[in-house]
């Protein structure tokens, strides 16, 4: 999303207020740069005049207030106090919108170029591979990022979506298998990324996907469910099921769950373990962190979940709540030895 001042938006989650589009902030026009003081990427983007600047950390608890802040100076109708979720969060309204750049739209424009240059030619070529490979139709994929503004650079990454649960996991198969024939290449920096298996080296350039729910695959609408939030917690739990948790939120449905951190959280106003059903990690990089059976680590801000039309609810663990220091979401044996 590009709005009429010049800064850029990536929506965020499926449940949006009337007229406005939960987000994070992108990219940021470099004549209003210096109001927001984080640290930036040192590349500078174009587009359409525009001389664009990245911040280097989106989510920390460092970062958040500060952008905040910035926006409340420079557009203070960008901040939204939630009923539901009972916190400040970044609402972009959408009759400030200069553009709305859908993935699978910007796909499709790039195949309609007639001179594409190198990196959309091999985006064009990565997303043929793919499809192919996995029998996911091309029209299941996007593409994102400064690719898809026709902005990017010499370091560009090509940034690809891919449309429902399932053809997400027949893509996730054909990667790897694709990384075993010498393809591409799985990026093996560290074994969290391993895991992951979401970013790769295709013929020199770095690639990354991601999934995107289906219209038939999104629950709920805004406003249907209230969070309230409870007490930050850490628990080690046991995903049931992963079905969920390429997506963000990834969603985590979790069985067999106990504290590990407060002491005494029942005393703190937290539920009993076993009626936390969920971890939810709004954090991007702990998304496909693990599958049915595996053992997690996450220290988040416990929440329970309010339908307000029956008046039911469960609790769920949030990882990037925005209320406090280092949230995460691992499998265990990757967040301390011996964790059982």
Excluded at 54 to 73: A, M, N, Q, V, Y
Excluded at 82 to 95: N, Q, R, S, Y
Excluded at 98 to 109: G, M
Excluded at 243 to 268: L, N
């Amino acid at each position: 999303m590009i709005t009429s001042e010049g800064l850029v938006f990536y929506a965020f989650g499926y449940e949006h207020p009337p007229g406005r589009a939960f987000a994070f902030l992108k990219y940021v026009p470099e004549e209003l740069a210096k109001g927001l003081d984080v640290e930036f990427l040192p590349m500078r983007w174009e587009y359409r005049g525009l001389v664009l600047l990245r911040p280097r950390e989106l989510f920390s608890p460092e970062t958040w207030p500060k952008i905040l802040g910035f926006l409340r100076s420079e557009v203070p109708d960008y901040v939204f106090e939630c009923p539901f979720l009972g916190k400040e969060m970044i609402a972009v309204p959408l009759d400030r919108l200069r553009a709305h750049l859908v993935p699978s739209d910007c796909l499709k424009a790039l195949r309609g170029l007639g001179e594409p240059d190198e990196l959309q030619k091999k985006a064009l070529e990565l997303v043929e591979l793919l499809s192919s490979s996995s029998g996911v139709p091309e029209e299941d994929f996007g593409i994102h990022g400064s690719l898809a503004m026709c902005m990017h650079g010499p370091w560009s990454d090509v940034d690809l979506v891919v449309y429902g649960s399932r053809e997400f996991r027949a893509v996730e198969e054909a990667v790897r298998e694709l990384d075993r024939e010498g393809a591409l290449e799985l990026d093996r920096r560290d074994e969290l990324e391993a895991r992951r298996g979401l970013r790769g080296t295709f013929r020199g350039t770095r690639f990354v996907y991601t999934a995107v729910r289906k219209p038939e695959e999104v629950r709920g609408r805004y406003g249907e469910r209230a969070y309230v939030p409870l007490g930050p917690a850490e628990v080690v739990c046991e995903v049931a099921d992963a079905s969920e948790a390429m997506f963000r939120p990834a969603i985590y449905h979790v069985r067999r769950t106990r504290y590990t951190w407060p002491e005494d959280p029942e005393g703190r106003g937290l539920p009993p373990p076993g009626r936390i059903t969920a971890v939810a990690s709004m954090i991007g990089f702990y998304r496909n962190v693990a599958r049915e059976g595996d053992l997690l680590v996450a220290r988040g801000m416990v929440e329970e979940v309010i339908d307000l039309a029956s008046g039911s609810s469960h609790y769920w663990l949030v990882v990037g709540s925005g209320r406090q220091e280092r949230e995460f979401v691992l499998p265990a044996d990757l967040a301390r030895p011996g964790a059982s």
